[in-house]
């Protein structure tokens, strides 16, 4: 089985995927690090480079050869994913898709104690820029977030939890 988290950046998917995986000794992807290493270049060297539509790509390219590679995998997508080129629905049709809900003024909070600059979408902004662009970005991308199979929501979401909804979905 394929298990995707998906949801805003600072939600906790790489550090909820890791920890799910791990309970279900399962393989561990992060969307993310998988496409840095196909790349050879970091996320904020992509965006840099190749700008956000080639980036989009790159992540649907990745996304795509994931799914091949694994079939049984916790997968951490990146926070933009599920809302280009209908991923949503290609995650859907290849696993299972929980959307960690975190509310985001807990968000805002996680993000901004941590490098910004590893984040390019964040990178340079004010403290109320950051809150300003993730209010923003949510409300258009919730849309693609609410079709997940499963939704969770919580200021802490455990994976204990996480684990539970699993096994009654
Ligand atoms: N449950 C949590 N409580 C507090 N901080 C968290 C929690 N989960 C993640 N974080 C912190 O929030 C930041 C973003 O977490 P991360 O797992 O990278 O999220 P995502 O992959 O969704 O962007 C990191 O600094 C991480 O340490
Ligand atoms: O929300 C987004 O568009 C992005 C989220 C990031 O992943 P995380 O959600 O793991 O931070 C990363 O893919 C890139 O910086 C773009
Ligand atoms: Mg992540």
Known sequence: MRIFLIGMMGSGKTTLGRQLASRLQYAFVDLDAYLEEREGRSIAQLFEQEGQERFRELEREALEAVVQEYGQAVISTGGGAPCFFDNIGFMNRHGKTFFLDVPVEEISRR???????????????????????????????????????????????????????LNNN
């Open 111 to 165: 993000l901004l104690a941590s490098d910004l600059q590893v984040r390019p979408l964040l990178a340079g902004k004010t403290e109320e820029e950051v809150k300003a662009f993730l209010l923003n970005t949510l409300s258009h991308r919730r849309q693609y977030y609410e079709r997940a199979g499963t939704t969770l929501h919580g200021e802490s979401i455990s994976v204990k939890l996480l684990q539970q909804l």
